[in-house]
């Protein structure tokens, strides 16, 4: 467990570098099967008007580009929020085997509220995992890690 938090503050600090370049602040990273950091990747949305460019999603299309599924079943995706369903697909799509998140998709809404850049679905990654054909595992919350991830978005939304 000390090393999923210590992945997931990674996550933070990429979602805040993602806050100082302009874009929402969300961060993510993928480990292959010995646990070793991959991809890393921060949020592009805003600055590269990419409507995909959540970074989960981002980093899955890298690590599709990269490895093949067979090898990507063995890896972990890490997130400082729960995965949305365009990034639950984007993992389901890539035959990621694991997922790792800070806070869940309700607690963001809390969060973000109504805001347009960021109009949250209340719909858990697992429920969308259900509606699949094969098993991903899925860890979250880490409430250990819950006030860092927060701090990210203070002032944010």
């Keep these: 467990m000390n090393n999923h ?3 997931l ?3 933070v600090e990429l979602s805040k570098q993602a806050r100082k370049n302009g874009n929402t602040p969300f961060g993510a990273l993928i480990t292959g099967p010995s646990g070793e950091v991959i991809i890393e990747q921060e949020n592009i949305e805003i600055t590269e008007s990419n409507c995909a ?3 989960e999603t981002q980093a899955m ?6 490895y093949d599924k067979q090898f990507l079943n063995k890896c972990t995706l890490y997130s400082t929020a729960e995965p949305c369903a365009m990034c639950a697909g984007s993992a389901y799509w890539g ?3 694991k997922i790792v998140y800070g806070i869940t998709e309700k607690r963001l809404l809390e969060l973000t ?3 347009v850049q960021n109009p949250t679905f209340d719909l858990p990654c697992r429920e969308v995992f259900a509606r699949g054909q094969k098993k991903i595992e899925v860890l979250g919350p880490f409430p250990e890690i819950e006030e ?3 701090e990210a978005h203070k002032g944010f939304w």
């Design 5 to 7: 938090l210590q992945l």
């Design 9 to 11: 503050e990674r996550c």
């Design 53 to 55: 460019g959540h970074a």
């Design 61 to 66: 299309i890298q690590a599709s580009k990269k």
């Design 95 to 97: 035959n990621i085997g």
């Design 113 to 115: 509220g109504n805001n």
């Design 148 to 150: 860092l991830v927060i």
